[in-house]
T-cell receptor, first 112, second 110 residues
Framework: DGGITQSPKYLFRKEGQNVTLSCEQN?????MYWYRQDPGQGLRLIYY???????QKGDIAEGYSVSREKKESFPLTVTSAQKNPTAFYLC???????????FGSGTRLTVV | GQNIDQPTEMTATEGAIVQINCTYQ??????LFWYQQHAGEAPTFLSY????GLEEKGRFSSFLSRSKGYSYLLLKELQMKDSASYLC???????????FGTGTRLQVFP
Protein backbone atom coordinates (compact mmCIF):
# COMPACT_ATOMS: atom_id res chain seq x y z
CA ASP A 1 0.00 0.00 0.00
CA GLY A 2 1.23 3.50 -0.81
CA GLY A 3 1.71 5.88 2.02
CA ILE A 4 3.98 8.10 4.04
CA THR A 5 5.90 6.77 7.01
CA GLN A 6 7.34 8.73 9.88
CA SER A 7 9.65 7.27 12.44
CA PRO A 8 10.01 7.04 15.30
CA LYS A 9 6.55 7.66 16.75
CA TYR A 10 7.99 8.88 20.06
CA LEU A 11 11.41 10.42 20.56
CA PHE A 12 13.17 11.71 23.62
CA ARG A 13 16.13 14.03 23.37
CA LYS A 14 18.46 15.56 25.88
CA GLU A 15 19.03 19.27 25.71
CA GLY A 16 21.94 20.16 23.45
CA GLN A 17 21.56 17.14 21.19
CA ASN A 18 20.64 17.09 17.53
CA VAL A 19 18.03 14.58 16.45
CA THR A 20 16.77 13.52 13.03
CA LEU A 21 13.17 12.62 12.24
CA SER A 22 12.57 10.33 9.32
CA CYS A 23 9.90 10.77 6.63
CA GLU A 24 9.59 8.35 3.71
CA GLN A 25 6.87 8.19 1.04
CA ASN A 26 6.20 5.72 -1.76
CA UNK A 27 3.48 7.76 -3.44
CA UNK A 28 5.76 9.23 -6.09
CA UNK A 29 4.87 12.68 -4.77
CA UNK A 30 7.06 15.59 -5.79
CA UNK A 31 6.36 17.88 -2.86
CA MET A 32 7.04 17.16 0.80
CA TYR A 33 6.49 19.26 3.90
CA TRP A 34 7.34 19.39 7.57
CA TYR A 35 4.94 20.94 10.05
CA ARG A 36 5.15 21.44 13.77
CA GLN A 37 2.11 21.35 16.05
CA ASP A 38 2.06 22.53 19.64
CA PRO A 39 -0.74 21.62 22.08
CA GLY A 40 -3.99 23.28 21.13
CA GLN A 41 -2.39 24.92 18.11
CA GLY A 42 -2.61 24.57 14.36
CA LEU A 43 0.16 23.39 12.09
CA ARG A 44 3.10 25.66 11.39
CA LEU A 45 5.29 25.10 8.34
CA ILE A 46 8.97 24.42 9.03
CA TYR A 47 10.39 23.49 5.62
CA TYR A 48 9.07 22.28 2.31
CA UNK A 49 10.50 20.81 -0.85
CA UNK A 50 8.86 20.82 -4.26
CA UNK A 51 11.55 18.87 -6.05
CA UNK A 52 14.60 16.75 -5.31
CA UNK A 53 17.71 18.69 -4.23
CA UNK A 54 15.68 21.81 -3.52
CA UNK A 55 13.88 23.00 -0.41
CA GLN A 56 12.52 26.22 1.03
CA LYS A 57 12.17 27.64 4.52
CA GLY A 58 8.73 27.85 5.99
CA ASP A 59 7.53 30.17 8.72
CA ILE A 60 9.54 28.68 11.59
CA ALA A 61 12.73 27.25 10.04
CA GLU A 62 15.17 28.52 12.67
CA GLY A 63 16.84 25.66 14.53
CA TYR A 64 15.87 23.08 11.92
CA SER A 65 17.54 21.66 8.82
CA VAL A 66 16.41 19.34 6.03
CA SER A 67 17.72 17.53 2.99
CA ARG A 68 16.04 16.15 -0.13
CA GLU A 69 18.54 13.87 -1.78
CA LYS A 70 15.89 11.39 -2.90
CA LYS A 71 12.32 11.92 -4.01
CA GLU A 72 11.08 9.45 -1.41
CA SER A 73 12.84 10.90 1.61
CA PHE A 74 12.72 14.24 3.44
CA PRO A 75 14.41 13.95 6.86
CA LEU A 76 14.18 16.77 9.39
CA THR A 77 16.99 17.50 11.84
CA VAL A 78 16.11 19.34 15.00
CA THR A 79 19.31 21.03 16.09
CA SER A 80 20.42 22.21 19.50
CA ALA A 81 19.74 25.75 18.26
CA GLN A 82 16.00 25.08 18.43
CA LYS A 83 15.11 26.48 21.84
CA ASN A 84 11.74 24.84 22.31
CA PRO A 85 11.72 21.62 20.31
CA THR A 86 9.12 19.67 22.29
CA ALA A 87 6.20 19.28 19.87
CA PHE A 88 4.33 16.97 17.53
CA TYR A 89 5.99 16.88 14.10
CA LEU A 90 4.04 16.01 10.99
CA CYS A 91 5.39 15.20 7.56
CA UNK A 92 3.18 15.45 4.49
CA UNK A 93 3.43 15.00 0.75
CA UNK A 94 1.38 15.88 -2.27
CA UNK A 95 1.36 15.33 -6.00
CA UNK A 96 1.18 18.04 -8.62
CA UNK A 97 -1.76 20.39 -8.61
CA UNK A 98 -4.02 21.32 -5.74
CA UNK A 99 -4.32 17.90 -4.24
CA UNK A 100 -4.90 17.06 -0.60
CA UNK A 101 -1.85 16.36 1.48
CA UNK A 102 -1.14 12.86 2.64
CA PHE A 103 0.12 13.05 6.20
CA GLY A 104 2.37 10.71 8.10
CA SER A 105 1.30 9.54 11.55
CA GLY A 106 3.61 12.02 13.24
CA THR A 107 6.57 11.99 15.63
CA ARG A 108 6.16 13.30 19.16
CA LEU A 109 9.47 14.78 20.28
CA THR A 110 10.11 15.48 23.94
CA VAL A 111 13.19 17.19 25.31
CA VAL A 112 14.23 15.82 28.70
CA GLY B 1 0.30 38.37 5.72
CA GLN B 2 -1.69 35.23 5.18
CA ASN B 3 -3.78 34.95 8.31
CA ILE B 4 -6.44 32.35 8.69
CA ASP B 5 -8.88 32.75 11.57
CA GLN B 6 -11.27 30.25 13.07
CA PRO B 7 -12.87 29.87 16.50
CA THR B 8 -10.82 28.05 19.09
CA GLU B 9 -13.53 25.85 20.55
CA MET B 10 -17.12 24.88 19.90
CA THR B 11 -19.56 22.53 21.56
CA ALA B 12 -22.62 20.81 20.18
CA THR B 13 -25.09 18.04 20.96
CA GLU B 14 -25.24 14.64 19.34
CA GLY B 15 -27.63 14.70 16.38
CA ALA B 16 -27.40 18.46 15.94
CA ILE B 17 -25.87 20.60 13.18
CA VAL B 18 -22.78 22.73 13.69
CA GLN B 19 -21.11 25.30 11.44
CA ILE B 20 -17.41 26.05 11.83
CA ASN B 21 -16.35 29.32 10.22
CA CYS B 22 -13.03 30.28 8.73
CA THR B 23 -11.95 33.69 7.45
CA TYR B 24 -8.81 34.54 5.55
CA GLN B 25 -7.11 37.34 3.67
CA UNK B 26 -8.17 37.09 0.05
CA UNK B 27 -4.88 38.15 -1.51
CA UNK B 28 -2.96 35.03 -0.58
CA UNK B 29 -5.03 32.00 -1.40
CA UNK B 30 -6.83 30.35 -4.24
CA UNK B 31 -8.48 27.46 -2.44
CA LEU B 32 -9.51 26.24 1.00
CA PHE B 33 -9.01 22.82 2.53
CA TRP B 34 -10.70 21.39 5.61
CA TYR B 35 -9.08 18.64 7.66
CA GLN B 36 -10.22 16.66 10.68
CA GLN B 37 -7.71 15.80 13.37
CA HIS B 38 -8.33 13.56 16.35
CA ALA B 39 -6.08 14.10 19.34
CA GLY B 40 -2.59 12.75 18.81
CA GLU B 41 -3.27 11.69 15.25
CA ALA B 42 -2.51 13.03 11.80
CA PRO B 43 -5.04 15.27 10.03
CA THR B 44 -7.33 13.61 7.52
CA PHE B 45 -8.71 15.37 4.45
CA LEU B 46 -12.37 16.36 4.48
CA SER B 47 -12.96 18.81 1.63
CA TYR B 48 -11.46 21.26 -0.84
CA UNK B 49 -13.15 24.33 -2.29
CA UNK B 50 -11.62 26.34 -5.10
CA UNK B 51 -14.82 27.80 -6.56
CA UNK B 52 -17.52 29.73 -4.74
CA GLY B 53 -20.39 27.72 -3.42
CA LEU B 54 -21.27 24.67 -1.43
CA GLU B 55 -19.66 21.24 -1.75
CA GLU B 56 -21.58 18.41 -0.09
CA LYS B 57 -20.12 15.08 0.99
CA GLY B 58 -22.51 13.05 3.07
CA ARG B 59 -22.86 14.57 6.54
CA PHE B 60 -20.16 17.14 5.82
CA SER B 61 -20.46 20.19 3.58
CA SER B 62 -18.06 23.04 2.92
CA PHE B 63 -18.75 26.50 1.57
CA LEU B 64 -16.46 29.11 0.06
CA SER B 65 -16.86 32.78 -0.81
CA ARG B 66 -13.63 33.99 -2.39
CA SER B 67 -14.68 37.64 -2.55
CA LYS B 68 -15.43 37.66 1.17
CA GLY B 69 -12.49 35.50 2.23
CA TYR B 70 -14.90 33.23 4.05
CA SER B 71 -15.45 29.52 4.32
CA TYR B 72 -17.41 27.24 6.60
CA LEU B 73 -17.62 23.56 7.35
CA LEU B 74 -21.09 22.25 8.13
CA LEU B 75 -21.47 19.02 10.06
CA LYS B 76 -24.92 17.44 10.18
CA GLU B 77 -26.33 14.66 12.36
CA LEU B 78 -23.44 14.98 14.74
CA GLN B 79 -22.00 11.83 16.24
CA MET B 80 -19.75 11.43 19.24
CA LYS B 81 -16.89 10.41 16.96
CA ASP B 82 -17.04 13.87 15.35
CA SER B 83 -15.38 15.26 18.48
CA ALA B 84 -12.07 16.42 17.03
CA SER B 85 -10.21 19.47 15.84
CA TYR B 86 -11.15 20.89 12.46
CA LEU B 87 -8.40 22.67 10.57
CA CYS B 88 -8.97 25.24 7.86
CA UNK B 89 -6.04 25.61 5.45
CA UNK B 90 -5.42 28.01 2.60
CA UNK B 91 -3.68 26.92 -0.57
CA UNK B 92 -1.26 29.53 -1.89
CA UNK B 93 -1.21 30.58 -5.52
CA UNK B 94 2.35 29.78 -6.52
CA UNK B 95 3.11 26.64 -4.56
CA UNK B 96 1.24 23.69 -3.14
CA UNK B 97 2.04 24.66 0.43
CA UNK B 98 -0.81 25.04 2.85
CA UNK B 99 -1.15 27.65 5.57
CA PHE B 100 -3.21 26.31 8.46
CA GLY B 101 -5.43 28.08 10.90
CA THR B 102 -5.14 27.26 14.59
CA GLY B 103 -7.96 24.74 14.36
CA THR B 104 -11.36 24.57 16.00
CA ARG B 105 -11.77 21.98 18.72
CA LEU B 106 -15.30 20.57 18.56
CA GLN B 107 -16.76 18.67 21.48
CA VAL B 108 -19.94 16.70 20.88
CA PHE B 109 -22.00 15.87 23.97
CA PRO B 110 -24.68 13.20 24.33
Amino acid sequence: DGGITQSPKYLFRKEGQNVTLSCEQNLNHDAMYWYRQDPGQGLRLIYYSQIVNDFQKGDIAEGYSVSREKKESFPLTVTSAQKNPTAFYLCASTGQGKRPYTFGSGTRLTVV
Amino acid sequence: GQNIDQPTEMTATEGAIVQINCTYQTSGFNGLFWYQQHAGEAPTFLSYNVLDGLEEKGRFSSFLSRSKGYSYLLLKELQMKDSASYLCAGSSYNTDKLIFGTGTRLQVFP
